[in-house]
Structures are given as C-alpha cells and as structure tokens.
C-alpha cells in the first residue's frame, strides 16, 4: 500500500502558483519523499525529491515540514502543460521499487 | 535528466500470440529496471524487478511464465506477454535507476489484445 494521502484532484488558475498537498505521516528517517507527474497516456516524469530540507530545481520546490510528516509540491507559475497527475511516493534509498497512490489529478484553468 | 526508451510504443495483437517489448536506457547503465502495468483511470502497479544477469522478481499475483523478463545487458530489458488474451490489455511502462536513486520512466507501451 502507498504511504502516503493525496487529495484527489485540484484546479489551478493558470500563470498562478500550484501547491499540491501530500500526507505522509508514517514516514521513516531515512525515507525520502519522491514527486512525479503523468501525463495522459505518458510515463510518469520525474520531478523532485527530497528528505529535510526544502528543495528546489527548475521545474518545482518541494517544501517539507519540519515533522516531516507531510510536504509540499509547488509550481510556479502553472501553464495548461501542467494538467496531469501529480504522485507523491516515499521510499528508502535502499529499496528499489515505488508504491504509486491514486495520486492527485490537477486541472490547470485557461 | 535520464533518458529511458520503449518499443514498440503501440501494439495490437490477437488473442493467443505473444507480444515483445523493449525497454533501454539511452544514456546510463541500469542494473535494476522495474516492469508496470497500468489499466484505465488506476495507478501504476509493479509487476517485477528486472535484475541484469539474474532471475526477475516478481510481484504477488503476477504470472512469471505469461510475463517473461529477460535482462540480458545494462541497457536493455524485455518482457513478453506470453499468449496474450484480452484482459492483458495495458498500458505498460518500464523505469531504471539511474545515479542518485532517482527512477526514470519510459513513455509506455499499449497493447490491446483483440
């Protein structure tokens, strides 16, 4: 099972910041919290992780709470390329495969 | 980042044949690479962990003799859906670890078994 809860699924204005919420309450020391995104009929693709510290690269940040306990995705500036659904996957370094959740489905708006 | 190819991207075959697909990774070299099956509207489900040089792991419930996993080299892994029927038909995906534990994915094979 995953271990993590997202809500279902979310509008966003499009030019306006997207913030995707992401419960991982379970979480262990030493897991990482992993952001990935699919596109219709597309692989997912892999957006950003991290494990304390808030991250950012040219596609997002990732902003963790200090508990650790839930994070979240953000996305500057959506544009209607963002559409797609959002999974965020937590997983020990040293273990290989991901658990994917039913992910949370993001509308960005005209 | 990592780029990981699949082929063929789309595939139609009759029930009872069995269907090939490729899975590279274009600019890295893979020891692991992962198999997932994916139906409409659900998530990705694992199937089996492709080892190079050794057997696959599969996941409960997943036939090792319908669904043969072949990594032969650091780049490449195959699975064949052996006697294809119509249930099998999926969206599959392929992934591999590259530097820094991050996975990458591949775009996907869809088969539909007729």
């Known amino acids: 099972d995953a271990k993590t809860t997202q809500p279902t699924s979310m509008d966003c204005a499009e030019g306006r910041a997207a913030n995707l919420p992401c419960n991982h309450s379970t979480i262990s020391g030493n897991e990482y919290v992993y952001w990935y995104r699919q596109i219709h009929s597309q692989g997912p693709q892999y957006i950003i992780h991290g494990l304390k510290n808030n991250e950012t690269n040219e596609m997002a940040s990732l902003i963790i709470t200090e508990d650790r306990k839930s994070s979240t995705l953000i996305l500057p500036h959506a544009t209607l390329r963002d559409t797609a659904v959002y999974y965020c996957i937590v997983r020990v370094s040293e273990e290989q495969n991901f658990v994917f959740g039913p992910g949370t489905r993001l509308s960005v708006l005209p | 980042g990592a780029v990981v190819s699949q082929h063929p991207s789309r595939v139609i075959c009759k029930s009872g044949t069995s269907v090939k697909i490729e899975c590279r990774s274009l600019?890295?070299?893979?020891?692991?690479m992962f198999w997932y099956r994916q139906f409409p509207k659900q998530s990705l489900m694992l199937m089996a962990t492709s080892n190079e040089g050794s057997k696959a792991t599969y996941e409960q419930g997943v036939e090792k003799d319908k669904f043969l996993i072949n990594h032969a080299s650091l780049t490449l892994s195959t699975l064949t859906v052996t006697s294809a029927h119509p249930e099998d038909s999926s969206f599959y995906i392929c992934s591999a670890i590259a530097a820094a534990d991050t996975q990458y994915f591949g775009p996907g094979t869809r088969l539909t078994v007729l």
């Open positions: 600019d890295f070299q893979a020891t692991t």
